[in-house]
C-alpha cells in the first residue's frame, strides 16, 4: 500500500495493486512445479491454486487490502458493507 501511494495510485488502483501483488504466488507457482516437479500431479495444485489462494485474495485479502488503502491515502475510515450496499442496492 506505501508503494501504490508514493506511486501516486489512487484508493481503487492501490487496492487492485496489492490484490495484483498477492495473486502474482497462485498464478506463478504451477507453472514453476511443472518444471520444478515433473513428477507432481497438475491436478492438485491447479486446484490449490485455484480453489484455495484464489476465494481467500478475493474474500479475505480484498476488504483488508481496502481498509488498509483507506488507511494510508488518508480518507478517514469507510465502512465496507455501507460503502458496497450503497453502490449495488
Known amino acids: 500500500m506505501l508503494v501504490s501511494t508514493a506511486l501516486g495510485l489512487s484508493l481503487g488502483g492501490a487496492v487492485m495493486f496489492g490484490?495484483?501483488?498477492a495473486s502474482a504466488s497462485f498464478i506463478a507457482a504451477p507453472a514453476v512445479l511443472r518444471y520444478a516437479i515433473p513428477q507432481a500431479n497438475p491436478s492438485l495444485y491447479i486446484t490449490s491454486a485455484l480453489g484455495i489462494t484464489f476465494p481467500y485474495n478475493i474474500i479475505v485479502l480484498l476488504p483488508i487490502m481496502f481498509t488498509?488503502?483507506?488507511w494510508v491515502h488518508g480518507e478517514g475510515t469507510i465502512d465496507l458493507f455501507n460503502y458496497v450496499s450503497k453502490v449495488f442496492i
Open 68 to 70: 488498509i488503502s483507506t
Open 19 to 21: 490484490l495484483l501483488l
